[in-house]
């Protein structure tokens, strides 16, 4: 029932975004198609029609959980930085002994080859 909802553009409000997901999900696999058509009571030349409707609805939904999930990376890299605390010269100094002796060793073995 859910599928031919879907089909005549019903947006399925009520059920939660996994919900909707997986029903359009499935109409767009093709998973009982033929009955939701013929619950929804669509013509066979609108099938292609309804089915774009529900891609794009899809299609939407998909774009908003990427921009969640990259809004919430972000927001964890500015966490992360504001509980490591400020940049001490000491660490920026370590950091730089520990890049000139990996360099040295680099040279040494190039000059051993």
């Given at each position: 029932?859910?599928?031919?909802?879907?089909?005549?553009?019903?947006?399925?409000?009520?059920?939660?975004?996994?919900?909707?997901?997986?029903?359009?999900?499935?109409?767009?696999?093709?998973?009982?198609?033929?009955?939701?058509?013929?619950?929804?009571?669509?013509?066979?030349?609108?099938?292609?029609?309804?089915?774009?409707?529900?891609?794009?609805?899809?299609?939407?939904l998909m774009d908003h959980r990427q921009r969640e999930r990259q809004r919430a990376s972000v927001d964890d890299i500015k966490r992360a930085y504001k509980e490591q605390g400020p940049y001490h010269d000491a660490h920026k100094a370590e950091h730089d002994h520990q890049r000139a002796i990996a360099q040295r060793d680099g040279d040494e073995r190039h000059r051993a080859l």
């Open positions: 029932m859910q599928r031919a909802r879907a089909l005549r553009g019903d947006a399925l409000e009520e059920l939660t975004d996994s919900q909707r997901e997986w029903v359009w999900r499935s109409l767009l696999r093709g998973v009982r198609l033929g009955q939701a058509t013929k619950l929804a009571q669509i013509a066979p030349e609108e099938t292609p029609q309804a089915l774009q409707q529900v891609a794009n609805r899809y299609s939407t």
